[in-house]
């Protein structure tokens, strides 16, 4: 009875290593996996009609519909992880401050980096970009895009991001937004990584953030190029404050 238990139990096991490995969790990346081939892990990267990064004509925006206003709420002290998520740097946050638009909050959840920046300005790449993501109690994404390019001064929150990866400790989130946050665009967008996930609330700040040579070259030791292609519009409005 216990040797046909055994038995059984290991052919159990068999048969659940044959379905691992056969149904292993796909991995994606910006290589031989990449941007062109993740409708092999979620279709909506490929049929989604409302996919991000975009490339934002500012001659073609409207202004912004008062409901669209975000208030930001994001000076907190927040306990804080660094951490390499296999696709970029990322900072999981504990109690990170919120964002309230519609009446409902956002609380920030984590920020990450891309060696380039992903959303584009009228067709222009910025050399960095950090995207803080917020979710409502209800699951909903919104995503703040801060834009950095290479200038004289530097910035601290990328000091403290890139020296200490695989460290926690405690950040105020409101040191990564510009000084004036009051500017911004605002268009419905996903996920820029799969799933690709659709009905995200973006918002890019409009003033450019100052990054050195060396700071920028710091970010990118760790992912040089982690950036999703802009995609189509499809008949999207951007609106701009
Ligand atoms: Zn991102």
Request: net charge negative.
């Amino acid at each position: 009875m216990k040797n046909a238990f055994a038995l059984s139990l290991a052919a159990m096991l068999l048969s659940f290593g044959a379905y691992a490995s056969e149904h292993h969790a796909p991995h994606w990346d910006y290589d031989a996996h990449g941007p062109a081939h993740w409708c092999d892990f979620s279709a909506i990267c490929k049929d989604g009609k409302a996919q991000s990064p975009i490339d934002i004509k500012t001659a073609d925006t409207v202004s912004i519909a008062p409901n669209h206003v975000i208030k930001l709420d994001e000076n907190v002290q927040a306990k804080s992880q660094i951490v390499d998520n296999g696709h970029a740097i990322q900072v999981n946050v504990e109690n990170g401050g919120k964002i309230s638009v519609e009446g409902v909050d956002y609380q920030l959840v984590q920020f990450h980096f891309h060696g380039k920046s992903e959303e584009k300005i009228n067709g222009k790449q910025y050399d960095l970009v950090a995207h803080m993501v917020h979710k409502s109690t209800f699951g909903n994404l919104l995503v703040v895009g801060v834009l950095f390019e290479e200038g004289k001064e530097r910035n601290a929150m990328l000091d403290t991001v890139t020296s200490g990866v695989g460290t926690a400790g405690t950040l105020n989130p409101a040191q990564l937004l510009p000084k004036n946050s009051d500017r911004y665009f605002h268009f419905m967008g996903s996920l820029t990584t799969p799933p690709c996930s659709e009905n995200v609330r973006w918002y890019v700040m409009k003033e450019i953030q100052s990054a050195t040579k060396e700071q920028i070259a710091a970010m990118r030791k760790f992912y040089d190029h982690n950036y999703r292609p802009v995609q189509p519009l499809n008949g999207r409005i951007v609106e701009a404050k």
